[in-house]
């Protein structure tokens, strides 16, 4: 079996209803909502496997930044590779840290390596330790950009990689909202949006609105080579007609209605050539010089 086909039936063997019935009890929310925060994250390991598979390797040391629910990472455990998944509790994602728990204690056979610290205290203890790095929709989230991507490089070997997917917002959008923001001028979009921001106010406030040029300057201080990938956004809008899942909680967002609109007017290919510094998400890969 390939690895995409491994990662299904994985998926399809998750104890789910005894994650959601703990989730909802434990974390006091609706058993639909428990459901919603499984089948989510569920789903993005499909992307993050698309992300890493051609750099995976049975022989080298691997780390999952902002692993989430620890879902791809134990997926990955359970393939045989040498996996550490970073994911520390966070302030006003409390439900996360208490799926995150449930999950591992239901699957604590797989014996995954999970690192509850911040990835800027991990440089002092883990230096020079791993050949791939990686993390797909984190780097929005940490405050510390600048300090959590040296620290990356600290812990990454002389040969190693790092590969990270995240929202570029030179584009101005912001995905989780679904709102259009301004990187150098968010608090406009506050005012405009008040209730869908104060409904999400906790994955607001953690926005850090990183963009291609951040990610360039910063790869530059740490000696590190940065590499864009391209065709990426054409791949995110293209996700709305082959992944039903995504497809459900964009509904009547604004990029669905405008990838409706691209391909009514047979312009869609043009976002194959969009280049990354103009085009969100980004996917890019760090390097020592």
Not at 61 to 84: D, P, R, T, Y
Request: net charge negative; aromatic share 10%; glycine share 4%.
């Amino acid at each position: 079996m390939c690895m995409r086909d491994n990662l299904e039936a994985f998926l399809r063997d998750l104890p789910a209803q005894d994650i959601i019935n703990q989730l909802s009890q434990e974390a006091d929310i609706s058993k639909s909502r428990a459901t919603l925060i499984l089948e989510t994250f569920s789903n993005e390991t499909r992307v993050t496997l698309e992300l890493v598979e051609e750099y995976l390797d049975k022989n080298i040391k691997i780390l999952e930044v902002g692993a989430g629910l620890c879902i791809f990472s134990l997926f990955l455990k359970k393939q045989g590779f040498n996996i550490f998944a970073l994911e520390p509790a966070t302030s006003g994602f409390e439900v996360f840290s208490v799926a995150k728990r449930i999950i591992l204690n239901l699957m604590s056979d797989y014996e995954l390596k999970v690192i509850d610290s911040r990835i800027e205290e991990l440089c002092d203890s883990e230096k020079e330790e791993f050949d791939l790095i990686f993390s797909n929709n984190v780097l929005e989230h940490i405050p510390d950009l600048d300090g959590a991507i040296k620290s990356m490089a600290l812990v990454m070997k002389k040969n190693g990689m790092m590969v990270h997917s995240c929202p570029n917002y030179t584009v101005p959008y912001e995905p989780h909202l679904n709102i259009p923001v301004l990187k150098f001028w968010p608090g406009f979009s506050k005012q405009i949006f008040k209730k869908i921001i104060k409904e999400h106010i906790d994955v607001w406030e953690s926005l850090n609105f990183i963009s291609c040029k951040d990610v360039k300057k910063i790869a530059q201080q740490n000696n590190l080579i940065a590499i864009f990938s391209s065709g990426v956004m054409y791949k995110a809008f293209n996700r709305l007609d082959v992944d039903m899942v995504y497809a459900d909680r964009q509904s009547g967002s604004f990029i669905q209605l405008l990838w409706r609109f691209f391909k009514l007017v047979h312009i869609d290919w043009v976002l194959k050539w969009m280049p990354a510094s103009i085009s969100t998400p980004m996917i890019f890969t760090l390097r020592k010089v």
